[in-house]
T-cell receptor, first 115, second 115 residues
Framework: NAGVTQTPKFQVLKTGQSMTLQCAQD?????MYWYRQDPGMGLRLIYY???????DKGEVPNGYNVSRLNKREFSLRLESAAPSQTSVYFC??????????????FGEGSWLTVV | AQSVTQLGSHVSVSEGALVLLRCNYS??????LFWYVQYPNQGLQLLLK??????LVKGINGFEAEFKKSETSFHLTKPSAHMSDAAEYFC?????????????FGTGTRLLVSP
């Protein structure tokens, strides 16, 4: 019972390099999210996908792009990494996008360092 | 827009003592509220959630939280702390906008438990 799986778990990038964080969920959820976590700031929403085929910007989308490849997979791309993007990234999913009481399930996180 | 405030970035207790982690919310509509726990180098795990069914919500690992509308609070408590409770705890409010749910997180409280 994997839940939400993210890869890679750890990555070091040089400034200007690009990379893609992969996320897959096996719970048949409709909605998927990407958050970043920074010390003292909690989690902030980068992008989300309400359902397959749709994506929208969250609170901090600059410098990122996303792709909802299918119902299971939602990837986050950094086109030209900057030190300010050093963070822990979490993918998450939930079943029913329109209901406020849904539980949102999180992956284990991806630790990204940009030098 | 909804928001949450967690008072105290760090809380220290002795093993066996009462745990009290504070969360106040701001919402113009009846809120859905969540507490998540994050153990070191892991993802977020749901502790409990309030969805208006009952004001006292019981969660996993002996934690509970009480929704108080008059105080706009949703504080997390546990009667007796264990060493294994040492973690970071996040309060979150569910924001439903244009029919889509997003979680807005507080900045987190790190719980330290001493022997």
């Amino acid at each position: 019972n994997a839940g939400v799986t993210q890869t890679p778990k750890f990555q070091v990038l040089k400034t200007g390099q690009s990379m893609t964080l992969q996320c897959a969920q096996d719970m048949n959820h409709n909605s998927m999210y990407w958050y970043r976590q920074d010390p003292g700031m909690g989690l902030r929403l980068i992008y989300y996908s309400a359902s397959e085929g749709t994506t929208d910007k969250g609170e901090v989308p600059n410098g990122y792009n996303v792709s909802r490849l299918n119902k299971r997979e939602f990837s986050l791309r950094l086109e030209s990494a900057a030190p300010s993007q050093t963070s822990v990234y979490f993918c998450a999913s939930s079943e029913r996008p329109g209901q406020g009481g849904n539980t949102i399930y999180f992956g284990e996180g991806s630790w990204l360092t940009v030098v | 827009a909804q928001s949450v405030t967690q008072l105290g970035s760090h809380v220290s207790v002795s093993e066996g003592a009462l745990v009290l982690l504070r969360c106040n919310y701001s919402s113009s509509v009846p809120p859905y509220l969540f507490w998540y726990v994050q153990y070191p180098n892991q993802g977020l795990q749901l502790l409990l959630k309030y969805t208006s069914a009952a004001t006292l919500v019981k969660g996993i690992n002996g934690f509970e939280a009480e929704f108080k509308k008059s105080e706009t609070s949703f504080h997390l408590t546990k009667p007796s702390a264990h060493m294994s409770d040492a973690a970071e705890y996040f309060c979150a409010v569910s924001e439903v906008n244009t029919g889509f749910q997003k979680l807005v997180f507080g900045t987190g409280t790190r719980l330290l438990v001493s022997p």
